[in-house]
């Protein structure tokens, strides 16, 4: 009899699969100007799910996306729990709404979505006691000027003198070397095509090490923006770089590809999230495609 529930329970429990918990809540209500500003998202969800984490931010204006970090992730009886923290920060004293982010769940090709919480923060800049008097500012203390280190500088430097006369004297006998010559400078499709080929030898994501992989393999494409466009690339995030493109004119191609590209290089880097061997080899396939859609094959012009 024992047996037969335990039977039927396991049947039942195949049937119906263990729901997936999401709430979200902030650090605090009230903030100064520029402090982060982090959205906490707690989580349960099967280990054959796995999170993608929002990939547009527009809705924050006129607060900024800063950054994703993962601060816990275990893994036990087919469930993952995870803690993880969402981040902004605003440059402007008021009352401002954090809006309800999609949060996905997928598996195969179902996806469930969650919306998080929406939250009022205060950023309020720094306060200014009026209570108190306004003082005058100190005029600079005035320090006499102490000749005594003339003493020993002055000798100082009439021995440096001689060194330098004996060492020019000694090594201006010598003959010239010969003037190497300059190397060429690669123009940014070059030095980009030669680093993707490198990487591609390197073999990272084929040994295990696929975050080094996506970083830098974006780190090539962001400095090939940088040099092609003359955009800050390398010290933007992947928001404020699909920005400098639109501005410059860039295709709407070039941006999509760019979009899902560092998009995807974000979910390894940040998320943690471990991808295909497929997506690994596209991501490459996509580099030399954003070089060769960008350039036409040739240098860009700037």
Do not use: C
């Not at 994703?68 to 440059?91: C, H, I, N, R």
């Not at 997928?106 to 006691?129: C, E, M, P, R, Y």
């Not at 974000?266 to 497929?278: E, N, T």
Request: glycine residues 4%; without cysteine; proline residues 5%.
């Amino acid at each position: 009899m024992i047996k037969i529930a335990l039977f039927f329970l396991i049947i039942i429990s195949s049937l119906f699969p263990q729901e997936i918990q999401f709430k979200t809540r902030v650090d605090s209500s009230s903030y100064l100007v520029g402090d982060p500003v982090t959205l906490l998202i707690d989580t349960k969800y099967p280990t054959d799910f796995r999170m993608v984490f929002p990939s547009r931010y527009d809705s924050l204006a006129p607060l900024e996306y800063l950054y994703t970090d993962t601060l816990s992730l275990d893994e036990s009886a087919g469930q993952k729990s995870g803690k993880f923290a969402f981040v902004v920060a605003g440059y402007d004293s008021g009352l401002f709404t954090i809006p309800r982010l999609p949060f996905l769940f997928v598996k195969g090709n179902s996806t469930q979505t969650f919306l998080s919480d929406s939250f009022q923060v205060l950023i309020s800049t720094v306060a200014v006691d009026t209570s108190k008097d306004i003082r005058d500012i100190k005029a600079p203390e005035k320090i006499p000027f102490d000749y005594s280190f003339l003493l020993w500088l002055i000798p100082l430097l009439i021995l440096l003198g001689a060194l330098g006369y004996w060492l020019y004297k000694r090594f201006s006998k010598r003959e010239k070397t010969a003037t190497p010559v300059p190397q060429a400078v690669l123009s940014p499709y070059e030095e980009a095509y030669s680093a993707l080929q490198s990487l591609e030898k390197k073999q990272l994501w084929q040994s295990g090490q696929i975050k080094e992989f996506h970083s830098e393999i974006t780190g090539i494409i962001r400095n090939y923006f940088e040099r092609a466009y003359t955009m800050p690339a390398l010290e933007s995030t992947s928001s404020e770089t699909l920005e400098f493109l639109k501005k410059k004119g860039v295709s709407h191609t070039i941006v999509s590809r760019t979009e899902s590209f560092l998009k995807n290089a974000d979910l390894v880097k940040f998320a943690k999230y471990i991808p295909l061997s497929d997506l690994n080899q596209k991501m490459m396939t996509t580099a030399y495609d954003i070089l060769k859609e960008s350039s036409g094959g040739e240098e860009v012009l700037r």
